[in-house]
């Protein structure tokens, strides 16, 4: 059974967007303030709700 080239692409991009956000997780936990704002960068690269995400690792205060 063939599956859709497209859909297997979206999930690969979902599964790695998932593991990076762990690894994210975790270096926010150390993180410096300098350190946190270079990650919120990264973030807001990598994913289209980059910025519930930001709020919810605290690495941005507002």
Same mark, same amino acid.
């Given at each position: 059974? &063939?599956? /859709? ?16 956000? $762990?690894?994210?997780?975790?270096? &926010?936990?150390?993180?410096?303030? /300098? ?5 919120? &960068?990264?973030?807001?690269?990598? $994913? ?15």
């Amino acid at each position: 059974m &063939a599956r /859709s080239t497209e859909r297997v692409r979206e999930l690969r991009r979902l599964r790695k967007r998932t593991e990076k956000l $762990t690894k994210f997780r975790r270096k &926010a936990e150390k993180a410096t303030p /300098s350190e946190k704002a270079h990650l919120a &960068a990264k973030l807001r690269r990598m $994913t289209p709700g980059a910025e519930v995400v930001i709020a919810n690792l605290k690495l941005e205060e507002r």
